[in-house]
C-alpha cells in the first residue's frame, strides 16, 4: 500500500460513525472539565467530547462533506488548503508538556480556531523533521503502525493536548497542538474569529 499523500482535519457536532473505523488504541480522560476519548485509528486519530459538541478527525481518507483542511504530507511548498466540500473512565491530566520547541526546525503550516458553543479550540499543525519526533515513551497514548511510523497524543495540560503523526517515508513529524478555552457569550473587540463547525461529516 502507498503511503498517504495528504491527511485532511474537519470538525463536526456530531460524532462521526466511529464502528466504521479501525480504532487501534482507544482512551477516556478527563479533559477540560468533562470526559474525551483519545483514539488512534488506522485512519489517523479522532478526538471527541459529545457533552460539548466537539468531534475531531484526522484522516488520511479524503472527508466527503464539511469544511475540511487538507494537510498535504508531499510537498513542503503547497499550502495548506480550506475548502468546502460540493459533496453532500478517566483519570486526573497531570500539568506538563511531552515536547521541547522544535525551534527553526518547525514550519507552521496551519492555524485554524473553531467555536462549539462557548468553547474556542485553537488548533496549530507544523512539520518538523522526523528526527524531532521524541519517541513514544513520552506520550499518554501511542500506536505504532511499523518501525519509526507512529501516531500519539498527549494531554500536555487540563486545556491543551498535542499530536504526532511520523511518516519516515517523508522523513516526517507531523505535529499538532490543540488549546482550549472559554468563549465570552457575545464577540469581543479584537478578539480572534472562530468558526462554526458543521454539523455533520463523513
Same mark, same amino acid.
Not at 25 to 39: C, D, I, L, P, S
Not at 131 to 138: L, T
Given at each position: 500500500?502507498?503511503?498517504?499523500?495528504?491527511?485532511?482535519?474537519? *470538525?463536526?457536532?456530531?460524532? %462521526?460513525?466511529?464502528?466504521?473505523?479501525?480504532?487501534?488504541?482507544? =482512551?477516556?480522560?478527563?479533559?477540560?472539565?468533562?470526559?474525551?476519548?483519545?483514539?488512534?485509528?488506522?485512519?489517523?486519530?479522532?478526538?471527541?467530547?459529545?457533552?460539548?459538541?466537539?468531534?475531531?478527525?484526522?484522516?488520511?481518507?479524503?472527508?466527503?462533506?464539511?469544511?475540511?483542511?487538507? =494537510?498535504?504530507?508531499?510537498?513542503? $511548498?503547497?499550502?495548506?488548503?480550506?475548502?468546502?466540500?460540493?459533496?453532500?473512565?478517566?483519570?486526573?491530566?497531570?500539568?506538563?508538556?511531552?515536547?521541547?520547541?522544535?525551534?527553526?526546525?518547525?514550519?507552521?503550516? $496551519?492555524?485554524?480556531?473553531?467555536?462549539?458553543?462557548? /468553547?474556542?479550540?485553537?488548533? #496549530? /499543525?507544523?512539520?518538523?523533521?522526523?528526527?524531532?519526533?521524541?519517541?513514544?515513551?513520552?506520550?499518554?497514548?501511542?500506536?505504532?503502525?511499523? %518501525?519509526?511510523?507512529?501516531?500519539?497524543?498527549?494531554?500536555?495540560?487540563?486545556?491543551?493536548?498535542?499530536? *504526532?503523526?511520523?511518516?519516515?517515508? *517523508?522523513?516526517?513529524?507531523?505535529?499538532?497542538? $490543540?488549546?482550549? #478555552?472559554?468563549?465570552?457569550?457575545? %464577540? =469581543?473587540?479584537?478578539?480572534?474569529? *472562530?468558526? #462554526?463547525?458543521?454539523?455533520?461529516?463523513?
Amino acid at each position: 500500500m502507498s503511503p498517504p499523500e495528504s491527511l485532511y482535519l474537519a *470538525y463536526t457536532a456530531e460524532q %462521526p460513525p466511529l464502528a466504521e473505523y479501525d480504532i487501534k488504541r482507544r =482512551v477516556q480522560r478527563q479533559f477540560f472539565g468533562t470526559e474525551f476519548t483519545f483514539a488512534v485509528i488506522g485512519d489517523s486519530h479522532y478526538i471527541g467530547a459529545p457533552e460539548l459538541g466537539f468531534h475531531e478527525l484526522l484522516s488520511c481518507k479524503p472527508i466527503r462533506e464539511g469544511r475540511v483542511t487538507t =494537510v498535504p504530507l508531499t510537498d513542503t $511548498h503547497r499550502p495548506v488548503t480550506d475548502r468546502r466540500s460540493t459533496e453532500s473512565a478517566g483519570r486526573p491530566i497531570t500539568d506538563r508538556r511531552s515536547t521541547e520547541p522544535a525551534g527553526r526546525d518547525r514550519q507552521e503550516i $496551519h492555524t485554524g480556531r473553531y467555536r462549539f458553543g462557548s /468553547i474556542g479550540v485553537t488548533t #496549530t /499543525i507544523s512539520r518538523e523533521p522526523l528526527s524531532a519526533f521524541p519517541g513514544p515513551e513520552p506520550f499518554d497514548i501511542a500506536y505504532r503502525f511499523d %518501525p519509526q511510523a507512529y501516531t500519539t497524543i498527549n494531554c500536555q495540560s487540563t486545556t491543551n493536548y498535542e499530536t *504526532y503523526h511520523t511518516y519516515p517515508e *517523508y522523513d516526517l513529524a507531523l505535529y499538532s497542538e $490543540h488549546e482550549f #478555552t472559554d468563549l465570552p457569550a457575545a %464577540p =469581543v473587540g479584537g478578539e480572534p474569529t *472562530y468558526e #462554526t463547525p458543521n454539523t455533520k461529516l463523513k
